[in-house]
């Protein structure tokens, strides 16, 4: 079965930091892009950033640029996001996303979802 | 990279047919035919429904179809069921080379 499951959400103090992780399972991992996309609360959705199959390259929305780092271990089928510096505005759900090619610079698509892990920065 | 913009909301009756248009600009939506739409169930995963403008990944009904003029794509339901009360998103690529989410449009089946 393909899915896409995330951990590592969990409530934490602003200005401090949580890392995300994402186990892929039922697709050949390294032959996709990967993403993250949130949703605050009573919000859309937002792109936050993408790596490409290999890892090489890695994208980041200006809003967590400099903040939030993407990486991946194919080895391990595993996709991460390292969150620093959070602030309330960080508040939301975020999901890992399959994008629909190797590389996330070209275009394509989100073509799997996983269900999402909730992050709330609150003193 | 602004968002593109969507209704808030929209509704229908069962049976009957509904469009949420999604306007951005050349930069995006009218530059690229990477539109793709994605239906989302409060506390589920967002599903995709339409890539690529027109197309319909296996396994979504074809009462659900996708269409591009200019700077506005659209996303038509047909045959409205109370299963399809859910948000909607369109996405588009971008000229940043990166995606852009529209705000999101509520439908509700009446």
């Known amino acids: 079965e393909v899915q896409l499951l995330e951990s590592g959400g969990g409530l934490v103090q602003p200005g401090g930091s949580l890392r995300l992780s994402c186990a892929a399972s039922g697709i050949t991992f390294s032959g996709f892009a990967m993403t993250w996309v949130r949703q605050a609360p009573g919000k859309g959705l937002e792109w936050v950033s993408s790596i490409s199959g290999s890892g090489a390259a890695t994208f980041h929305a200006d809003s967590v640029k400099g903040r939030f780092t993407i990486s991946r271990d194919n080895s391990k089928n595993t996709l991460y996001l390292q969150l620093s510096s959070l602030n309330a505005a960080d508040t939301a759900v975020y999901y890992c996303?399959?994008?629909?090619?190797?590389?996330?610079?070209?275009?394509?698509?989100?073509?799997?979802w996983g269900q999402g892990t909730l992050v709330t920065v609150s003193a | 990279q602004s968002a593109l913009t969507q209704p808030a909301s929209v509704s229908g009756s069962p049976g009957q047919s509904i469009t949420i248009s999604c306007t951005g600009t050349s930069s995006d939506v009218g530059g690229y035919n990477y539109v793709s739409w994605y239906q989302h169930h409060p506390g589920k995963a967002p599903k995709l429904m339409i890539h690529?403008?027109?197309n319909r990944p296996s396994g979504v009904s074809n009462r659900f179809s996708g269409s591009k003029s200019g700077n506005t794509a659209s996303l038509t339901i047909s045959g409205l069921q109370a299963e399809d009360e859910a948000d909607y998103y369109c996405c588009s690529y971008t000229s940043s080379n990166t995606p852009v989410f529209g705000g999101g449009t509520k439908l509700t089946v009446l």
């Open positions: 690529e403008v027109t």
């Open positions: 996303v399959k994008w629909s090619g190797l590389y996330s610079e070209r275009p394509g698509h989100f073509q799997l």
